[in-house]
Structure formats: C-alpha cells, structure tokens
C-alpha cells in the first residue's frame, strides 16, 4: 500500500507477545493515521468506564501517512490513549525523528495493551521486535534512558530515536508525559502514567532503511518545498527562523504571558527571555527534527548566573513562560534548568508549572507553610525550592504525593480560598502555557477540548476554506466561537497525517495534495475536512460516554477570572461564557443537554453506527 | 501619506511613541533584544490606522508584511494603545491624543 506499511505493531505486555496487525485502505482512508487511528482504536477496544491504569487501556503511538517522506515535520508522532487527569480520551503530538524511523521499520503505528510484572521496552530495528527488560533502566531520567538505550544497543545519536518515561511516569504522576530525541515531549494528559502503569519504560526505534513507497515522489519533493517556504514567511517567518524563543516579550505585550499564577499580566523582565538574546548568549545550535530546515528546535549551554555551564534543550515559548513569569523568577539560565529538569523527571511542563505556581501564592497568603511543604520555602522565583519540590512529585515524595495528582485534584484536596487559586479546567486538562484571559478562542478551546489538550488551533493558513472570522476581533464572542467550532478538525488533519504544526500551520489544501501524493487516494479538500471533524465527533463521544459531560465545561474560578492590570484588564470572558457554549453546541451540530453529537451531524460524517 | 508634520487650524501637531515590540522590530532593521521606540510627529485628526500607514511607508518592510494581500493586519501585528490592547480593526480609527504610547507586537500566536 503507498504511503503506509500495512501494518500496525501489537504488543501485549500481560502476555509478553508482540504480532503484527493488517492495516487496510478503508481504514486509513476514514481516519488518515496518527490521532485518527489511535481513536478508531480507543473506541473500538477500551471500554469508556475503565480507569486509565486498567491494563485494559491500550497506548497507542502512531504515524501518519505522510511519515517517512520529506516532507518537513512529518517524522512526528501522535499519542492516543485514556488519560491520567481527564480520565478521557487524550490526542498529544511530540515532533522529533520517531515517526519516520517506526515506519521505516515497518510499522504505522504501535498498540500496547495490557500490563507487565517487570520493567521492560520495546526495541524496533530492521530485523524485527524485541520486549527487552528495562530493570537497570528504572530511575534514570528521559535523557539518561536515551543515552543508556543507545548505549547498550550500539546506535549513535540519530542512528535511533528513543521515547521513554522518566521517574515521574514510573511513579504515575497524573502529568507525566513521554520524551524523546532530546526533549520533544508527547506530554500532555498524563500518558507517561498510563506507561508507567504499564511499566514500559521506553520505545526505541532504529533508523532502518527506507523502503516506503509512495505514488508520486517527486511531487511530495514540490510539496516538501513548498511547505519551507510558507514556512518562511507565515506570521513573519518567525518560527522558521527563531522557533518560538522571540515569543514571550510579545506576549507580555499583548497581555497573554502568564504572570505569578495569573495575579498580574505585567513582567517588565519580559525582554530578558527574547530569543535574539538568550540564542547568541547561551551558545545555542540547531538541532534539527528530520527533514525540517528550521531553526526551531536547538540545544544550548547556559553561559551566565549561577547555573552557567548547564547544557539542554532550548526551552520552547510554553517553557520560558512557565519557568520564568509564571513562577516570577527572572534568570533564563535558571528557566533552562528548571525546563530541562522537568523534561528529565518526565512530566508536562504546564501542568508542572501551574501545579508550582499555585503552591507559591498558597505560600504567599499562608494556606501553606513552610511545614506542610517538607521544609522548602516556595517563595516567589525560588528556583531552589522548585527543583526540590519537582522532585518530589516526580517521585511522590511528601507533599509532593499530593501534588503529583494534579493541581485541579490538589487544590480540591486543600479547599477553602486555595481552590480559587488553581488554573484547571472542569475535566482536569491543563490549560497551555498562556494566560487566556487574553486568549478566549484557546480558553473555550481548552475547556470543550476532548484531547486532554488543545483541540483546534485557530491560526490556519487557509482561513476561508475553514470559515474563520477574518479579520477577527479576538475578544468578541461571537467571532471567537465562530473561529472554534469552524476551525474544528484542521488539527486534528494534522495529528492525523501526524505533521508538526510548526512547519504546517494546518494548512489542509497543501496537505491534501501530499496525502494524495503519497497515497494516490485522490482525496478531496472537503473529505479530508470531514476526516477531520469525524475524529473531533468520534472524541466527542467517546468522553461522553466515560462520563466527561457538559457540566465539567466550566475554567476554573482563576482561569476565567478577570485580569486585574496589562491590556486585556477590561476584558473578562466569565460574562458570556454560558452564551458562547451555546452557540458553540449549535454550530457543532451538538445537543446541548447531553453534549452528545444530533444524530444528523454523526450521519453526514459517516458515524450512522453511533446514532441511538 | 504625509501626516508627519502638518499643523492644522484647528490645533498643534502631536507626539507620539511606537514601541516596536519582539521580532517585529527585524521589520524595522533592529536585530537586538534592546528596546526599539520611534518618536512620530502628527497632526490632530490622525487615527492609529493613519499613524500605522505612516510608518509602513517609512519602513517597508513592515508595510509589505502587515498590509500584504489577503493579510488580516492584526493577525500580523497586535496594537495596544496607552497600555489597552486594541483587538478589532475599527478600533484602529481611533483618534491619537498627544502623547500617546503605541505598541506593537508579533499578531502571531505560537508555543
């Protein structure tokens, strides 16, 4: 078949079996691959009601059909399983080389279902598939495990792609998330905990030899092309140029970076984290995913301050912001220590950092003291304290047992005043590293999302073709809602094909021409559309039914209330919030009551067999 | 479009600030992280959206990208004025008073 392999890899740890699955066009034709298939699979094996710790849930890592090509940002990969925090369906992307490398080992996507007595991982490689013990492996952080697997089996840096959990995933933190290929993350909703429930601690795929075919390779190389030089200009070719290191003095400005856990939107440090700064100060290189031109994703070393000589990964937008205003500390150096100790210990940053920086003001108004803290003193910026208190999530350790459940599940545990500190939506997803308050489409996006993250992205290339307000007033309800619900499926294209947003800016038009290059399907935009929005309604259902109902679609009392300084301060969303759901349900085709899908709006997406 | 120093009869040309925020400032040939604040001269009358094609013929760079065809200007680049973010395009028309701040910022999302 082109552009796949035909196969899926099933590995059952109960039973210590690997086999392979058939994969037929039919199937790839209604849900692509990645998060498409990884949800056609959840629907069809893991009862909704289960917990996410059930070996009965399965991990699904998959790649899409344009996996393997040259087509930049599509050796990612897309992670689909029932989520520690939502205990719901979860859709989370980590870019890097895996998803290029597990295809050319012959497999689309990998199915792990069950659970092991004893540590093992998965080693893919030309020859086959081995469960190997993964004993010695426990304890050692993402970067370490990397190395280590490496090591033992011979590969140098890019002759293999390892994802692994860190401590915290062995320890079911419910924000723990997989990393690989030097800190891309699949992070979000807790999937590191289902593998660490599993104990698998990692995936390590080789670089075999290529032997994909597709219909029309020279065609996909035009595409290739084509995609870098929209790349090299879309919203000023600034991520193909700084990745999103010049992201955070913008935001300040605009009144959407979040401050000490949302208690203001000024940070007049701001300038301090521009990445035309930090990049020649910290000696930053390139570190390319496969077949991206980009200088999005680099490794630096921290050259001033007290944490000069640490060497990581640049931390990304999300993981400046987090580790630097959100907990209102001012050294970059120390915000590249406390990003990389996070993706080391093998937990979600936003969670982390919403988690630490409640803890702060907790400290700050007295709800906690020093002594319920195992001793630390969490001030505001103590970047000490925040190493340890990391720490001890990732290994549940004291207080931090707590906290390793979450900061909606934390919170609640304290009570009082402190739960209307915590920045949660009402499934228990994080909200991304923003503050929303300046950001309504992603605040409704966060809090309808059935992906345990972001759901749609409303910055898409083909703007008309999505039908999104243009241009658009971002504070106006109405056009914020439009933008939601039309723009509903264009990530989920992405996720599926699996190819990094950062050089596709779901742009489905181009998309649908190397689909059907690869595939010689000869797919229409509009049915790739609909793909797109069947796997939105198919989510939709599927976390109705494991009971994530309308009700829990409310932000947290902090998340939407209303900013009280910066440029956004006379802007609260909590006013027409009931009004934008509403309109949201009616132009998703969705009853309100009950949330579920009208039985019109399943059939016109082919789903007949869900209508009731 | 000469709005830069013109006095009207009905009152004294004004000064206003453009603070060039993040990697817009390339637009204006700035590469550094240091602060970028231009200092324009107006007359009464003009609106933010004057002042802004004001500055996109002097800097064409900027003008080619935030007015490009089939562009939504505040897709490309988010105005605040006097520290209050200005979200939709009619708020542009807005009057500038003299001593006005304006500030400029990536429209992009990302991260």
Same mark, same amino acid.
């Given at each position: 078949?082109?552009?796949?392999?035909?196969?899926?890899?099933?590995?059952?740890?109960?039973?210590?079996?690997?086999?392979?699955?058939?994969?037929?066009?039919?199937?790839?034709?209604?849900?692509?691959?990645?998060?498409?298939?990884?949800?056609?699979?959840?629907?069809?094996?893991?009862?909704?009601?289960?917990?996410?710790?059930? %070996?009965?849930?399965?991990?699904?890592?998959?790649?899409?059909?344009?996996?393997?090509?040259?087509?930049?940002?599509?050796?990612?990969?897309?992670?689909?399983?029932?989520?520690?925090?939502?205990?719901?369906?979860?859709?989370?992307?980590?870019?890097?080389?895996?998803?290029?490398?597990?295809?050319?080992?012959?497999?689309?996507?990998?199915?792990?279902?069950?659970?092991?007595?004893?540590?093992?991982?998965?080693?893919?490689?030309?020859?086959?598939?081995?469960?190997?013990?993964?004993?010695?492996?426990?304890?050692?952080?993402?970067?370490?495990?990397?190395?280590?697997?490496?090591?033992?089996?011979?590969?140098?840096?890019?002759?293999?792609?390892?994802?692994?959990?860190?401590?915290?995933?062995?320890?079911?933190?419910?924000?723990?998330?997989?990393?690989?290929?030097?800190?891309?993350?699949?992070?979000?909703?807790?999937?590191?905990?289902?593998?660490?429930?599993?104990?698998?601690?990692?995936?390590?795929?080789?670089? #075999?030899?290529?032997?994909?075919?597709?219909?029309?390779?020279?065609?996909?190389?035009?595409?290739?092309?084509?995609?870098?030089?929209? #790349?090299?200009?879309?919203?000023?070719?600034?991520?193909?140029?700084?990745?999103?290191?010049?992201?955070?003095?913008?935001?300040?400005?605009?009144?959407?970076?979040?401050?000490?856990?949302?208690?203001?939107?000024?940070?007049?440090?701001?300038?301090?984290?521009?990445?035309?700064?930090?990049?020649?100060?910290?000696?930053?290189?390139?570190?390319?995913?496969?077949?991206?031109?980009?200088?999005?994703?680099?490794?630096?070393?921290?050259?001033?301050?007290?944490?000069?000589?640490?060497?990581?990964?640049?931390?990304?937008?999300?993981?400046?912001?987090?580790?630097?205003?959100?907990?209102?500390?001012?050294?970059?150096?120390?915000?590249?220590?406390?990003?990389?100790?996070?993706?080391?210990?093998?937990?979600?940053?936003?969670?982390?950092?919403?988690?630490?920086?409640?803890?702060?003001?907790?400290?700050?108004?007295?709800?906690?003291?020093?002594?319920?803290?195992?001793?630390?003193?969490?001030?505001?910026?103590?970047?000490?304290?925040?190493?340890?208190?990391?720490?001890?999530?990732?290994?549940?350790?004291?207080?931090?047992?707590?906290?390793?459940?979450?900061?909606?599940?934390?919170?609640?545990?304290?009570?009082?005043? #402190?739960?209307?500190?915590?920045?949660?939506?009402?499934?228990?997803?994080?909200?991304?590293?923003?503050?929303?308050?300046?950001?309504?489409?992603?605040?409704?996006?966060?809090?309808?999302?059935?992906?345990?993250?972001?759901?749609?992205?409303?910055?898409?290339?083909?703007?008309?073709?999505?039908?999104?307000?243009?241009?658009?007033?971002?504070?106006? %309800?109405?056009?914020?809602?439009?933008?939601?619900?039309?723009?509903?499926?264009?990530?989920?294209?992405?996720?599926?094909?699996?190819?990094?947003?950062?050089?596709?800016?779901?742009?489905?038009?181009?998309?649908?021409?190397?689909?059907?290059?690869?595939?010689?399907?000869?797919?229409?935009?509009?049915?790739?559309?609909?793909?797109?929005?069947?796997?939105?309604?198919?989510?939709?259902?599927?976390?109705?039914? #494991?009971?994530?109902? %309308?009700?829990?679609?409310?932000?947290?009392?902090?998340?939407?209330?209303?900013?009280?300084?910066?440029?956004?301060?006379?802007?609260?969303?909590?006013?027409?919030?009931?009004?934008?759901?509403?309109?949201?349900?009616?132009?998703?085709?969705?009853?309100?009551?009950?949330?579920?899908?009208?039985?019109?709006?399943?059939?016109?997406?082919?789903?007949?067999?869900?209508?009731? | 479009?000469?709005?830069?120093?013109?006095?009207?009869?009905?009152?004294?040309?004004?000064?206003?600030?453009?603070?060039?925020?993040?990697?817009?400032?390339?637009?204006?040939?700035?590469?550094?992280?240091?602060?970028?604040?231009?200092?324009?001269?107006?007359?009464?009358?003009?609106?933010?959206?004057?002042?802004?094609?004001?500055?996109?013929?002097?800097?064409?760079?900027?003008?080619?990208?935030?007015?490009?065809?089939?562009?939504?200007?505040?897709?490309?680049?988010?105005?605040?004025?006097?520290?209050?973010?200005?979200?939709?395009?009619?708020?542009?028309?807005?009057?500038?008073?003299?001593?006005?701040?304006?500030?400029?910022?990536?429209?992009?999302?990302?991260?």
């Amino acid at each position: 078949m082109y552009g796949s392999t035909g196969k899926v890899l099933r590995v059952d740890l109960s039973q210590g079996k690997v086999w392979d699955e058939a994969l037929d066009e039919a199937t790839l034709r209604k849900y692509l691959g990645g998060t498409g298939l990884g949800v056609k699979y959840l629907f069809e094996e893991v009862d909704p009601k289960i917990e996410w710790s059930d %070996p009965k849930n399965i991990f699904f890592l998959g790649s899409g059909p344009l996996g393997g090509t040259r087509i930049p940002g599509c050796a990612s990969i897309s992670v689909v399983t029932k989520g520690a925090l939502t205990n719901g369906l979860t859709s989370t992307q980590a870019n890097g080389n895996f998803g290029a490398y597990l295809k050319w080992c012959g497999y689309d996507a990998i199915v792990v279902q069950g659970a092991s007595s004893t540590w093992k991982y998965l080693y893919l490689h030309e020859g086959g598939v081995e469960l190997r013990d993964a004993s010695h492996l426990v304890g050692k952080d993402t970067w370490e495990t990397e190395d280590a697997i490496k090591e033992e089996l011979g590969y140098k840096e890019r002759t293999m792609s390892v994802f692994s959990i860190g401590p915290a995933g062995e320890n079911l933190v419910r924000f723990a998330g997989i990393f690989g290929d030097r800190g891309h993350a699949a992070a979000h909703n807790g999937v590191g905990a289902v593998l660490g429930s599993k104990k698998l601690k990692a995936f390590a795929a080789a670089r #075999a030899t290529n032997k994909l075919q597709f219909v029309d390779p020279e065609k996909l190389g035009e595409l290739a092309k084509k995609f870098t030089e929209v #790349a090299k200009t879309f919203g000023g070719g600034t991520v193909f140029n700084w990745g999103t290191s010049r992201v955070l003095p913008g935001a300040e400005a605009a009144g959407w970076l979040p401050v000490k856990n949302y208690l203001t939107n000024l940070f007049p440090q701001k300038d301090l984290f521009d990445g035309a700064r930090i990049r020649p100060l910290f000696q930053s290189k390139n570190y390319p995913c496969y077949a991206c031109a980009s200088h999005h994703y680099e490794l630096m070393t921290v050259t001033e301050g007290p944490y000069a000589g640490y060497f990581g990964k640049e931390p990304e937008y999300e993981q400046w912001a987090a580790w630097g205003p959100q907990i209102y500390q001012t050294d970059p150096g120390a915000a590249v220590v406390l990003s990389n100790t996070v993706d080391r210990l093998g937990m979600d940053t936003n969670e982390a950092s919403w988690v630490v920086g409640w803890v702060m003001e907790c400290y700050e108004k007295g709800a906690l003291k020093k002594e319920d803290l195992d001793g630390l003193e969490m001030t505001w910026g103590n970047v000490e304290a925040t190493l340890e208190l990391l720490k001890n999530i990732a290994y549940r350790r004291g207080y931090g047992d707590t906290l390793a459940e979450g900061v909606k599940r934390a919170a609640e545990k304290l009570g009082g005043e #402190a739960v209307n500190w915590a920045i949660f939506t009402g499934k228990g997803n994080s909200p991304r590293g923003h503050d929303h308050r300046g950001r309504w489409v992603e605040m409704l996006d966060t809090t309808v999302s059935d992906t345990g993250t972001l759901q749609t992205q409303m910055l898409v290339v083909n703007k008309d073709l999505w039908k999104m307000p243009n241009p658009m007033d971002v504070f106006d %309800p109405d056009q914020v809602v439009q933008a939601e619900a039309n723009s509903t499926g264009s990530l989920e294209v992405s996720d599926s094909l699996v190819q990094c947003w950062f050089t596709s800016f779901n742009d489905t038009e181009t998309q649908t021409e190397a689909l059907n290059a690869a595939t010689g399907w000869n797919m229409s935009v509009e049915e790739v559309m609909k793909v797109g929005k069947r796997i939105v309604n198919l989510m939709r259902v599927y976390n109705l039914r #494991a009971g994530l109902t %309308p009700d829990r679609e409310k932000p947290s009392a902090r998340y939407c209330s209303q900013s009280v300084d910066g440029p956004n301060k006379d802007k609260p969303i909590a006013p027409h919030w009931e009004k934008m759901l509403d309109k949201y349900y009616q132009l998703m085709g969705w009853d309100r009551k009950t949330g579920m899908p009208l039985p019109e709006t399943l059939k016109e997406l082919g789903l007949e067999d869900l209508v009731k | 479009m000469d709005l830069t120093t013109r006095k009207t009869k009905e009152g004294q040309a004004i000064k206003v600030t453009v603070e060039v925020m993040s990697w817009l400032k390339e637009d204006f040939g700035h590469q550094g992280w240091d602060k970028l604040v231009i200092e324009e001269t107006v007359s009464p009358g003009t609106s933010v959206m004057d002042l802004l094609r004001v500055i996109a013929d002097k800097h064409p760079r900027f003008g080619q990208k935030a007015f490009a065809k089939n562009q939504d200007f505040l897709d490309y680049c988010a105005v605040i004025r006097n520290g209050t973010f200005l979200s939709a395009l009619a708020d542009l028309n807005t009057e500038l008073q003299d001593g006005d701040n304006i500030k400029l910022s990536p429209g992009f999302y990302g991260g």
